[in-house]
């Protein structure tokens, strides 16, 4: 213990320490300016151009280190926690902008202004830190310039590193683990590093989150989103993104938000004496989903419920298994966000009478014995842009392995149906399932552009056609909606999906799920656009 004192001790050692601590902390916010930028401009728009810009702004602090010092007064290193109590008051107002910047150009504005001052500080003083700490100087100039940038470089990409690891194990289990908790902790740990008057500066920033700031108080938040008809039930950081639950006064509908998407919601204000047993969907897609068990046999006969067993693969509010339940199926819904189920349950009137696994589907599929379902439920859409994972051939193929023979599965593809990814999903699909009918949600005439949710419905057998028996009254629940949107309408011909894109691929394969990046960038962006005539931009900007 006393040689380890004794070695604490030499400045060397210090200012290697306090410069790995340094690069250590930016790191880690790398992820985590990310993560508030997502529930504003999705989580694709989000890091479009984060790590180019992140490279461009660490670069230039090492490189320009020398002449941020002499423009700082040599007080760049304590300027560092200043500037990171700043940062999520700045956030805060650039939010406020997000409609009039755009997306992603937003996204790019916001980091500029709020996030890189911090990382062009940080590596600037971490630089000089790291090169006084490993004293080279007797080893010539080379080595004095270029070791102490690998060793800046490895130090901080061993931080982003560990931060994605700890935020994908930890975000949301306590405040100071939620983005906006860290975002508070982060600066008292710059300020333990380089503590200085300076952090008077930090006041005014800190008095605002700790009062006013609407992402850290719920209070502060229904304020203002109270003048926009709405009202915040429950909010709360998780795996999967920023979850939570808003009711719509005026129109009367409950909604679930997940990043810069909605997970679902239902109709709350109903008609005098209008009861169904399952609630209303605000989206029709939920209720054709239902339609999964209209789907008669290779005889032709209609499909019996009574024992029979459903699987359904991502949860949202739960309106389509809380349908499969009352109709006495056994239903297993695998849902990789705990806080998803937590809130479907608690908001959103899912019964407790099923089978709850929390856990990634692609595990599930691979260790559940074949031949267990006689329905499956795909609909994993989230934030934008398709987990491509779920719909490779290597896990369809694992999920026709859980079909009976006779067995029918329903999947939920939201896209832009013109776009290259969705006519290789569905050739896909077809490979896996040889007869399949495709339905939109809308009509062409309904339509304003090629983003839409379409089901595709399909057999594992090829015996027959896929064919709907007539819904009886049962069928409908109660529910007028249903009457209206359970059967599904506007078939699209399979037919134009079958052209492959010079270039381009037959089927998804695991191993090829990167080469969709750009255009599950455009589709998010066009989500977006969508979303923020779904909801008003106040709710999405201020969380």
Not at 99 to 115: C, D, K, Q, R, W
Not at 262 to 288: C, E, R
């Amino acid at each position: 213990m006393s040689s380890l004192a004794g070695l604490l001790q030499q400045p060397t050692t210090r200012q290697l320490l306090a410069g790995t601590a340094l690069l250590f902390l930016t790191a880690f916010y790398s992820p985590l300016t990310v993560l508030m930028l997502t529930p504003v401009y999705g989580s694709a728009p989000a890091h479009i151009f984060h790590a180019y810009g992140l490279a461009l702004i660490g670069a230039a602090g090492w490189f320009l280190k020398d002449h941020i010092q002499r423009l700082t007064g040599r007080q760049a290193l304590y300027l560092v926690p200043v500037v990171a109590f700043w940062v999520p008051t700045v956030q805060t107002f650039l939010f406020a902008s997000s409609s009039v910047l755009g997306n992603p150009f937003g996204a790019v504005v916001t980091e500029v202004i709020s996030y890189y001052p911090l990382v062009l500080l940080s590596v600037a003083s971490a630089s000089k830190l790291v090169q006084a700490g490993l004293d080279l100087g007797r080893h010539g100039e080379a080595v004095v310039e270029h070791v102490p940038l690998v060793v800046t470089y490895v130090i901080y990409k061993t931080g982003e590193k560990f931060a994605k690891l700890f935020l994908a194990k930890f975000i949301g289990t306590t405040f100071f683990f939620s983005r906006v908790g860290l975002q508070l902790l982060l600066p008292v740990l710059y300020s333990a590093i380089a503590p200085s008057k300076l952090l008077l500066l930090a006041i005014p920033s800190l008095l605002f989150s700790m009062t006013s700031n609407v992402h850290m108080h719920t209070g502060a938040l229904n304020s203002f989103l109270n003048d926009e008809g709405f009202d915040l039930l429950a909010r709360q950081d998780s795996a999967t993104g920023y979850i939570s639950v808003l009711d719509n006064l005026a129109d009367g509908f409950r909604v679930m938000r997940c990043d810069h998407s909605l997970l679902g919601g239902q109709w709350t204000k109903m008609p005098q004496n209008y009861h169904p047993a399952v609630m209303d969907p605000i989206y029709s897609v939920f209720a054709m989903l239902e339609a999964i068990r209209l789907i008669e046999t290779d005889h032709g006969e209609p499909r019996v419920d009574a024992n029979s067993k459903a699987l359904v693969i991502g949860l949202g509010v739960g309106t389509t298994p809380s349908a499969l339940i009352h109709h006495g199926i056994e239903t297993t819904i695998v849902e990789i966000d705990p806080v998803v189920h937590k809130f479907a349950t608690e908001y959103f009137h899912l019964p407790s009478n099923h089978i709850a696994v929390i856990e990634d589907a692609t595990t599930f599929v691979q260790r559940t014995p074949p031949a267990q379902y006689d329905y499956i439920v795909h609909d994993v859409f989230t934030g934008g842009a398709e987990p491509l994972e779920l719909f490779t051939l290597e896990f369809l193929e694992n999920v026709g392995a859980l079909l009976k023979d006779d067995g029918v599965i329903a999947i939920n593809y939201a896209g832009d149906i013109s776009l290259y990814p969705a006519a290789l999903t569905v050739r896909t699909i077809q490979r896996v399932f040889p007869t399949c009918r495709i339905f939109r949600e809308a009509s062409d005439s309904d339509l304003t552009t090629d983003f839409t949710n379409m089901v595709i419905f399909c057999k594992k057998s090829a015996a027959t056609p896929l064919t709907f028996r007539a819904p009886v009254t049962a069928d409908y629940m109660g529910s007028k909606f249903r009457q209206t949107y359970l059967v599904p309408k506007q078939e699209i011909d399979t037919s134009r999906f079958e052209p492959i894109e010079k270039g381009g691929r037959r089927f998804l394969l695991s191993k090829e799920t990167h080469l969709l990046g750009k255009y599950q960038d455009r589709a998010a962006l066009e989500h977006w656009n969508i979303m923020r005539h779904v909801l008003p931009d106040l709710v999405w900007e201020n969380w």
